[in-house]
C-alpha cells in the first residue's frame, strides 16, 4: 500500500519541542513535494509545512512560521518536522501526504496520506 507513515508525536509541555518523521512505504520521493497537515476534531486539516524534494524549497503556514521547520531525507525517502515553542494551539493530530512537484494546491490534490501520529501541547 503506497502511503506515508507518521510518528514521533506525544505529549510536551508549552515552549517543548518535538520532531515528527514521515517515512514513504512503498515508493521513493523523488519528484514529488510533501506537506505537513494538522486536523482536530470538527474542523478542516490544515497544511502546516510543504517542502519539495528535488530542491528543497519550503512553504510554511503563517501560524508556525518561524517556530516549525520541515526538511527531508532523500536517501532515506523520509521528511521531518521540527516543531519548538509548540503551544497549546498546535494540538492536533498530524498527517504528512505527497503531490507531484510543487507545494500550492489544496489539501485534496495531496495523496498516500498515513495515519498520522498525535501532538498534544498541554501543561
Known amino acids: 500500500q503506497l502511503q506515508f507513515v507518521e510518528s514521533g508525536g506525544n505529549l510536551v509541555q508549552p515552549g517543548g519541542s518535538l520532531t515528527l518523521s514521515c517515512a514513504s512505504s512503498?515508493?521513493?520521493?523523488?519528484?514529488?513535494?510533501v506537506g505537513w497537515f494538522r486536523q482536530v476534531p470538527g474542523k478542516e486539516r490544515e497544511r502546516v509545512a510543504c517542502?519539495?524534494?528535488?530542491?528543497?524549497?519550503?512553504d510554511y503556514a503563517d501560524s508556525v512560521k518561524g517556530r516549525f521547520t520541515i526538511s527531508r531525507n532523500n536517501a532515506m525517502n523520509t521528511v521531518y518536522l521540527q516543531m519548538n515553542s509548540l503551544k497549546p494551539g498546535d494540538t492536533a493530530r498530524y498527517f504528512c501526504?505527497?503531490?507531484?512537484?510543487?507545494?500550492?494546491?489544496?489539501?485534496?490534490?495531496?495523496?498516500?496520506w498515513g495515519q498520522g501520529t498525535q501532538v498534544t501541547v498541554s501543561s
Open positions: 501526504a505527497r503531490r507531484r512537484s510543487i507545494c500550492s494546491g489544496s489539501t485534496t490534490a495531496f495523496q498516500s
Open positions: 512503498g515508493f521513493t520521493l523523488g519528484g514529488y513535494a
Open positions: 517542502i519539495t524534494i528535488t530542491f528543497g524549497g519550503t
